[in-house]
C-alpha cells in the first residue's frame, strides 16, 4: 500500500479538453437564468438547463424566497426530524401532495437523494426490483444499494417487461422502476401501461417524475395526470430543481410509506432540512403553475418546435421529441466537441 | 432446427442488445459490445430465463469475451 498509488488512480482524462482548449463541462456562469445567460463573459442563449417553464428568475418567486428569508434565515441548520421542519416545510409537503394528487410527501435535499434513499429503505434480498434499461443514474444506484435481486427490462418495452413478470415468481415483493421522460431523448414512458402490468402481477410501481412535473398533464400535474392514471397506489418521486425552477427531490405515496420513509430514510432523516429559499419558491412556482400553465405551457410548446425547425435547418440530427426537449445527436465524444466550433 | 449452444448463446445476448456491432465468440463485451453494468445484467437474466438456471453475478464477475459466458454457462447447463 502506498499513498501516492491512491492518488495516481484518481486521475481524470482530461487530454480532448486540452487538445481542443475548451472544457464543455464547469463552465463558470456569470449570471441567472433571467434573459440571455452569461457563460465565461459571454452572452448566450440558454438551451441547456432544466428552467422549462422559465421561472427560476420570476419576481414572484424572487419575491417569496426573499420574504422566507427575513422571517427564518437562510437555514434551519437541523434535519427535518429535529429542528428543520418548519410550517412552510409542512404546508409545501401538503401542496406538493395535491399538486400530483397523492395521499403525502417528504422533501429531500434533492431528488438523486430521494432516489438513492427510497430502495434501500423498502427493498431487500428477498425482493426483486425491474428497472427500465435506461433509467437514471440515481435510480440505478438507489436499486443497487438495497441489494435486491435487478432485471433490467428493454427500454420501453411492455412485451419484455411482461415477460420478465411472468416469469418472477417466489419473491417477497417485485418492484418496477422506470421514468417518466427520458430525458436524453424526451421519450415518454407508457407509464398508464406499465401500472395495469405492475396490477395484474401484483408488482408495486415507481416512477420518477423529474421530467414530468410542472410540464405533462394539463394543468402540469405531471405523469399521472397526463396519462390518466388515477388511484395510483405506487410510489411517486420527482426533482423539484427542473420546471419547478428550485431545488430538492420528493417521494409521495400512501400514507403508510411515506410514514415509514420519515422515520427510516437515512437520506432524509440526517440531510440538513431544505433551505426556506426553497420551500418558498416552490410554493410560488406552484401557485404559478396553477393559475397560468396553460399560457406558460404553449409557450414552451411554440419554443421547442422553433428551436426545432432551427436547428433542422441548420444542418443538427435532431430526436424527435415526445417530451419539451430538443436532443441533437453528435455522434463521437470528438464530434460533440466540434459543436462548439 | 437445432442449434449449437455457443450459437443459442449468441442469439440470446442479441436480443438483449440493441444496436450493438455483429457479436461473435470472440467479441470483447466491453471493447467491442460497450457492455455496461445494466447490459451484464440483462445478459445474464436472459440466459437464467433461456437455460431455467440461476446465476451467481459473482461468477460472471471475470468474463471478459462471449467465449468466457459460454465457457461459465458449459459448467452450469
Known amino acids: ?341 | 432446427m437445432i442449434i449449437n449452444l455457443e450459437d443459442r448463446i449468441i442469439l440470446i445476448i442479441q436480443s438483449v442488445l440493441d444496436k450493438r456491432p455483429e457479436i461473435n465468440l470472440d467479441s470483447h463485451l466491453i471493447e467491442d459490445l460497450m457492455v455496461d453494468s445494466l447490459d451484464k445484467l440483462m445478459i445474464l437474466s436472459a440466459l437464467e430465463d433461456e437455460f431455467a438456471i440461476t446465476i451467481a453475478e459473482d461468477d460472471f464477475a471475470d468474463v471478459l469475451t462471449i467465449k468466457d459466458i459460454v465457457g461459465k454457462l458449459q459448467e452450469i447447463v
Open chain 1, 1 to 341: 500500500m502506498d499513498l501516492r498509488n491512491f492518488y495516481h488512480r484518481l486521475s481524470v482524462d482530461e487530454s480532448l479538453a486540452e487538445v481542443r482548449g475548451y472544457n464543455p463541462y464547469y463552465l463558470t456562469m456569470n449570471s441567472g437564468l433571467e434573459g440571455k445567460i452569461s457563460v465565461n463573459g459571454h452572452q448566450m442563449i440558454d438551451l441547456a438547463s432544466n428552467n422549462y417553464l422559465g421561472l427560476a428568475s420570476d419576481l414572484r418567486v424572487k419575491q417569496a424566497a426573499v420574504k422566507a428569508v427575513e422571517k427564518y434565515g437562510v437555514s434551519l441548520c437541523g434535519t427535518p426530524i429535529a429542528t428543520g421542519y418548519i410550517e412552510l416545510y409542512q404546508r409545501l409537503e401538503e401542496n406538493l401532495s395535491r399538486f400530483v394528487g397523492l395521499e403525502e410527501t417528504i422533501i429531500l435535499p434533492s431528488c438523486y437523494q430521494a432516489n438513492n434513499g427510497l430502495f434501500s429503505c423498502i427493498a431487500g434480498p428477498q425482493d426483486l426490483i425491474v428497472v427500465d434499461r435506461l433509467a437514471h443514474s440515481s435510480l440505478i444506484q438507489g436499486i443497487k444499494s438495497a441489494g435486491s435481486k435487478i432485471r433490467p427490462f428493454l427500454h420501453n418495452n411492455l412485451e419484455h417487461l411482461e415477460g420478465i413478470l411472468q416469469r418472477s415468481t417466489g419473491y417477497r415483493q417485485v418492484f418496477v422502476v422506470t421514468e417518466s421522460v427520458f430525458s436524453t431523448v424526451g421519450r415518454i414512458a407508457p407509464f398508464k401501461e406499465i401500472v395495469q402490468l405492475c396490477e395484474k402481477y401484483q408488482a408495486m410501481p415507481v416512477i420518477d417524475d423529474s421530467h414530468g412535473i410542472g410540464v405533462l398533464g394539463k394543468s402540469g400535474h405531471g405523469i399521472l395526470e397526463e396519462q390518466g392514471i388515477e388511484g395510483y397506489q405506487g410510489i411517486y418521486t420527482a426533482s423539484l430543481g427542473k420546471a419547478i425552477a428550485n431545488s430538492g427531490g420528493m417521494i409521495s405515496g400512501e400514507k403508510r410509506l411515506i410514514n415509514y420513509l420519515r422515520y427510516y430514510c437515512s437520506h432524509l432523516v440526517y440531510s440538513t432540512a431544505l433551505t426556506p429559499v426553497a420551500l418558498a419558491g416552490i410554493g410560488a412556482v406552484l401557485d404559478i403553475i396553477h393559475s397560468e400553465f396553460d399560457g406558460i405551457k404553449k409557450k414552451l410548446v411554440f419554443n421547442q418546435g422553433e428551436i426545432y425547425e432551427s436547428l433542422l435547418e441548420g444542418g443538427f440530427e435532431v430526436v424527435s421529441s415526445q417530451a419539451p426537449i430538443n436532443s441533437i445527436q453528435s455522434g463521437s465524444q470528438n464530434d460533440l466537441y466540434s459543436f462548439r466550433d
